[in-house]
Nanobody, 123 residues
Framework: QVQLVESGGGLVQAGGSLSVSCTTS????????MGWFRQAPGKEREFVAA????????YYADSVKGRFTISRDNAKNTVYLQMNSLKPEDTAVYFC????????????????WGQGTQVTVSS
C-alpha cells in the first residue's frame, strides 16, 4: 500500500506561480511512476503531468506544457509540480498518483491516489 499526501495548494492571482508537492512513506517510492491529475468543479479528472521512476522522462498535458514542471526527489520520497503563468482555468483540486509501469502508459491506470490539494487562480 502506498499512501500519498499532497501539500502546497492555495490561492494565487492569474499569472502567478505555485508549487505543490506529494510525499509518501516507505522505501518503494522509486519503484513507481508518479503523476499529477486535477479535477475542476463539474468536470472529470484529467491528466496533468507524469514522471518516470528515475525522473529522466516527463510527460505533460498540452494545456500545461511550457508552464508546469514535474520533478521528483527519490531521496525525499517526494514529487513536485511547479506551476507558472497560472490561469483561472487551472483552478482545480490537484491529486498526485502512483503506479508501477508495465505498459508504458503514463497517462492513466494509476493505482494509488492522494487526497488532493486545492489550487485556486483568481482573475
Amino acid at each position: 500500500q502506498v499512501q500519498l499526501v499532497e501539500s502546497g495548494g492555495g490561492l494565487v492571482q492569474a499569472g502567478g506561480s505555485l508549487s505543490v508537492s506529494c510525499t509518501t512513506s516507505g522505501r518503494t517510492f522509486s519503484s513507481y511512476a508518479m503523476g499529477w491529475f486535477r479535477q475542476a468543479p463539474g468536470k472529470e479528472r484529467e491528466f496533468v503531468a507524469a514522471v518516470s521512476r528515475s525522473g529522466g522522462y516527463v510527460y505533460y498535458a498540452d494545456s500545461v506544457k511550457g508552464r508546469f514542471t514535474i520533478s521528483r526527489d527519490n531521496a525525499k520520497n517526494t514529487v513536485y509540480l511547479q506551476m507558472n503563468s497560472l490561469k483561472p482555468e487551472d483552478t482545480a483540486v490537484y491529486f498526485c498518483a502512483a503506479k508501477r509501469i508495465y505498459d508504458g502508459d503514463y497517462y492513466s491506470g494509476y493505482d494509488y491516489w492522494g487526497q488532493g490539494t486545492q489550487v485556486t487562480v483568481s482573475s
